[in-house]
T-cell receptor, first 112, second 117 residues
Framework: KAGVTQTPRYLIKTRGQQVTLSCSPI?????VSWYQQTPGQGLQFLFE???????NKGNFPGRFSGRQFSNSRSEMNVSTLELGDSALYLC???????????FGQGTRLTVV | GESVGLHLPTLSVQEGDNSIINCAYS??????FIWYKQESGKGPQFIID?????DKRQGQRVTVLLNKTVKHLSLQIAATQPGDSAVYFC????????????????FGQGTILTVHP
């Protein structure tokens, strides 16, 4: 069965711009979580959506937002990009709990 | 606080050796733990998990040990192979009945495992 799909794989944006990343979970999975991975901070939880509702949120500024659609696909948006937003953004899907969350390959965002 | 990844510990082993990767977790309320393997250019891949009511769980070539007293987790890989070379992360989850932390994983900083042929 298909895994978690993230698009695009790579992005280059300019400071001040905004960006939207997409995540298609494994079929049947209703939970989608987003993580930011950087060399300095490691893997940090951004937020989690379950059945179109944000169920949990990490300690990130309001420039980071997300949503989930009725088909469980999720998008995250970062507005007013900063250089420090350069990172690998990972999406994980699960049936509903963190148990055996499956990760996508990530979107590598570079802000210049 | 959250995961800090300033200086990743490294472990170098010879092919065929057993590897032990350690992880200290911070939240005594965590009751579910997972080990992930991340290869270059890929997302983390699930290896094995353990609930807090267990102290040991075995999989294929891997064993996870949990010591709740000292909040320590370890991953043992038997007969390590070059394909095991990757960054290994432990992650913890706090399950609260009726709570909202279901999908949130808090990751450790990671350990770089290098297996030499």
């Amino acid at each position: 069965k298909a895994g978690v799909t993230q698009t695009p794989r790579y992005l280059i944006k300019t400071r001040g711009q905004q960006v939207t990343l997409s995540c298609s979970p494994i079929s049947g999975h209703r939970s989608v979580s987003w993580y930011q991975q950087t060399p300095g901070q490691g893997l940090q939880f951004l937020f989690e959506y379950f059945s179109e509702t944000q169920r949990n949120k990490g300690n990130f500024p309001g420039r980071f937002s997300g949503r989930q659609f009725s088909n469980s696909r999720s998008e995250m948006n970062v507005s007013t990009l900063e250089l420090g937003d350069s990172a690998l953004y990972l999406c994980a899907s699960s049936l509903g709990q963190a148990r055996e969350a499956f990760f996508g390959q990530g979107t590598r965002l570079t802000v210049v | 606080g959250e995961s800090v990844g300033l200086h990743l510990p490294t472990l170098s082993v010879q092919e065929g050796d057993n590897s032990i990767i350690n992880c200290a977790y911070s939240n005594s309320a965590s009751d579910y733990f997972i080990w992930y393997k991340q290869e270059s250019g890929k997302g983390p891949q699930f290896i094995i998990d353990i609930r807090s009511n267990m102290d040991k769980r075995q999989g294929q070539r891997v064993t996870v040990l949990l010591n709740k007293t000292v909040k320590h987790l370890s991953l043992q890989i038997a007969a390590t192979q070059p394909g095991d070379s990757a960054v290994y992360f432990c992650a913890e989850n706090s399950y609260e009945a009726g709570g909202t932390s279901y999908g949130k994983l808090t990751f450790g900083q990671g350990t770089i495992l290098t297996v030499h042929p």
